[in-house]
């Protein structure tokens, strides 16, 4: 069980650290996977076809393309999902930054990928530098990961990329 741990498309932010060791790859690499109780996954990685960061909202289905290579610098990532707003109005958009940087933004909806993995199942898994069923794993170093269950603002995202910048001198 995840401790109550979902992946809401109109609400969450993964941000992670990692030192990659090889940056082009022959087949698809996962940095972070989350798999629910119906076996659904969201995976996070290096993509074959163009050595770019992938988000997959559902793996078996589309996926996003930072249209960003990883490097072999030691990089923070962030995937924020949905805007951090008090008007209470529903804003449905996924933006990718790399150092602090944003790479990609799309309006396009993906909360039908919402994964609830607070379920007590078996099935339910979360894993770093691996998928569930893949033997393609992450050579490099994983040094943070941080999970919320909201979009940053603006303000704490500056925060969190002030911190990574100072601990990792990124």
């Not at 290096?46 to 290579?69: C, K, L, N, R, V």
């Not at 894993?127 to 393609?136: D, E, I, K, L, Q």
């Amino acid at each position: 069980r995840m401790g109550g741990v979902n992946i809401n498309h109109e609400n969450t932010t993964i941000s992670f650290v990692i030192k990659s060791d090889n940056v082009t790859e022959t087949t698809d690499h996962f940095y972070l996977s989350y798999q629910n109780s119906a076996r659904r996954l969201v995976n996070i990685g290096i993509e074959s076809t163009d050595d770019q960061m992938h988000y997959w909202p559902e793996y078996a289905g589309t996926d996003i393309d930072s249209g960003t290579a990883f490097s072999t610098n030691i990089d923070s990532w962030t995937i924020k999902m949905g805007t951090a707003n008090t008007s209470g109005t529903d804003t449905r958009n996924i933006r990718i930054y790399k150092n602090g940087v944003q790479v990609l933004a799309t309006a396009v909806d993906y909360s039908a990928y919402n994964k609830d993995l607070t379920a007590n199942s078996s099935h339910v898994e979360f894993r770093m530098g691996a998928s569930p069923g893949s033997t393609n794993q992450f050579v490099g170093r994983m040094f943070e990961y941080v999970h919320y269950d909201k979009a940053l603002s603006d303000h704490q995202l500056e925060q969190l990329n002030g911190y990574y910048a100072s601990k990792y001198n990124i």
